[in-house]
């Protein structure tokens, strides 16, 4: 299975099994995530990809990164093809398999330049157990920080970047879930692409290599024991979510008004049954963009909602569209008390900070317009980035409660959760409207990442969408409560309030520049390399 010589050299797949090994794992890796979600196939998944760059000359090496990651990438996000067509989904599938290609040449030219220089160094035949072991190690850093790399600039850039399809988001629902409130999600990425590359490094020639893998099980049965990390509960919050089952999509058949209407009814629902019951609830969630356009200037839809917080002794926190000044525009969440909008110390509004390029806005309009009028056409309205903080504050509990917000993909970026911790936020809300998705992956893609968001930040989560899927997380991950995805209905759920920062959020970055920093090495030791034409 690998080649070699009796001059010492790198050994690597020959090209013909290396390329049937990248696709099969982009596969894997697909099959790992929701929908399928069989986690446990990441694995291999991992190994198969990576093993397909070990020690890999740079051609065999960028074809093997392009064929895994265009088995992952078009499966994976096979959902933007609902409404819109292949060119979207093309697209973005083209720009993520770019990264891999990318991330083959690196790590295929990292392991092999360390290789070189390690085999250019053993001397006599009794230290060479410890030079293989030091060998596979220090190649299994670099290879796993590359990994990092990737998905660290992936999620940054073009157009600030796409953190989707990330090693650890694989593991939400897996015993491994916890170690993201110790390390956060590079960290997590890390840990595991590590122990991945360890188990080939051992398969390449290792001495007992058998060993090493019996080691890295070890060590993550191990790691699936540690729970997640604890922090300080200072009180607990009734909260409510309402799903309107919303034609809320791009192209649904709708009315103006519509979406809020299923809204109003779905919280008269809600509040008729817990006066049936008895019951209350200390706020109310509803989705993303659930009052449509301009909240904040219609008087007639202010004043309905005002009314249902005076009927539930409670605020209502709303997503709409607002307009601003300059002609663009902000998708909003807002605080609604009895009087209108709210006030506090915290804020009573957030508007998205990461609004959706090709989506919320249109980059380089001329350009793309060029490309596809028609697609680009659909972009109308043109969404500007928020500038509040990440959080509301409103009135329960006899004080000002602080909840952290995050609309539709704020959640996947990691800066959204260093700032909504930073101000404050005691709860996490993250509403979202996932209708133009139908009943494909997204939605539950999108989830997985909440629930790995709410066991990082240590916080219960509110995910509730216009037409799922809706849950209600806590702060270890697991489902509090829940909703049927295409139904109206509401979750209710006491959930846990809490103070202070998880180890992820006080060291997360830390641990992620660690890591990056040693894919940075690897490159640069195959620069080095090069150079010296080792």
């Known amino acids: 299975m690998i080649d070699g010589s009796t001059r010492p050299q790198p050994a690597r797949l020959p090209w013909w099994l290396a390329l049937p090994a990248s696709a099969a794992g982009g596969l894997l890796f697909d099959l790992a995530n929701p929908g399928a979600a069989l986690w446990p196939l990441v694995f291999p998944a991992v190994a198969l990809i990576l093993a397909s760059w070990w020690q890999q000359r740079a051609g065999v090496a960028a074809l093997a990164g392009l064929v895994a990651g265009a088995t992952f990438w078009l499966t994976h996000l096979q959902w933007l093809t609902l409404y819109l067509g292949p060119v979207p989904w093309l697209g973005l599938g083209v720009v993520m398999t770019a990264w891999f290609v990318l991330q083959g040449l690196a790590t295929g030219a990292a392991t092999r330049a360390i290789s070189r220089l390690w085999l250019r160094r053993r001397t006599a035949s009794g230290a060479q157990r410890t030079v293989r072991l030091g060998l596979v190690v220090v190649q299994a850093v670099a290879a796993a920080g590359i990994w990092v790399l990737r998905e660290g600039i992936q999620g940054s850039w073009p157009y600030g970047g796409f953190p989707w399809g990330r090693v650890a988001h694989v593991f939400a629902d897996s015993p491994f879930g916890a170690l993201v409130s110790w390390v956060g999600f590079a960290g997590l990425s890390g840990v595991m692409a590590f122990a991945v590359a360890l188990c080939v490094g051992a398969c390449f020639g290792a001495r007992r290599g058998a060993l090493l893998v019996g080691g890295v099980v070890v060590a993550l049965g191990v790691l699936a024991l540690v729970p997640p990390a604890a922090l300080e509960q200072t009180g607990s919050l009734r909260v409510a979510a309402v799903q309107g089952n919303s034609k809320s999509g791009i192209f649904d058949d709708r009315e103006s008004g519509d979406v809020y209407a299923d809204h109003v009814r779905g919280t008269e629902e809600l509040l008729d049954e817990l006066e049936a019951t008895g019951d209350r609830v200390d706020v109310i969630l509803w989705p993303e963009n659930s009052a449509e356009f301009g909240l904040t200037d219609n008087p007639l839809r202010g004043r309905e909602v005002a009314l249902l917080s005076r009927r539930a002794d409670a605020p209502i926190i709303v997503g709409s569209v607002l307009a601003n000044e300059d002609g663009t525009y902000t998708n909003s969440s807002v605080v609604w008390g009895p009087e209108g909008q709210a006030e506090s110390d915290a804020g009573t509004r957030y508007d998205k900070r990461f609004p959706v390029p ?107 969408s216009t037409v799922g899927t809706s849950r209600i997380i806590g702060p270890d991950g697991q489902d509090i409560d829940g909703l049927e995805p295409f139904t109206r209905g509401a979750m209710t759920a006491t959930v846990p309030l809490v103070a202070g920062e998880t180890p992820a959020l006080a060291y997360g970055a830390l641990v992620s520049a660690m890591w990056m920093a040693a894919g940075l090495a690897g490159i640069g030791i195959a620069v080095y390399v090069r150079v010296r034409r080792m």
């Not at 919320?360 to 317009?369: L, Q, T």
């Not at 909504?420 to 992956?441: H, K, L, Q, S, W």
């Not at 790995?452 to 509730?464: C, F, S």
């Open 358 to 464: 090709f989506a919320e806005y249109m980059p380089n309009r001329s350009f793309f317009r060029a490309l596809a009028p028609d697609l680009v056409d659909l972009v109308q309205l043109e969404y500007e980035a928020g500038e509040f903080a990440p959080v509301h504050g409103f009135d329960a509990l006899g004080r000002e409660v602080v909840a952290g917000v995050a609309i539709c993909f704020d959640i996947i970026f990691d800066d959204q959760a260093e700032q909504m911790v930073g101000n404050g936020a005691e709860v996490i809300f993250a509403p979202t409207n996932n209708a133009d998705f139908g009943r494909t992956d997204e939605s539950v893609q999108q989830l997985q990442i909440a629930r790995l968001r709410a066991i990082e930040t240590g916080r219960a989560l509110v995910n509730i």
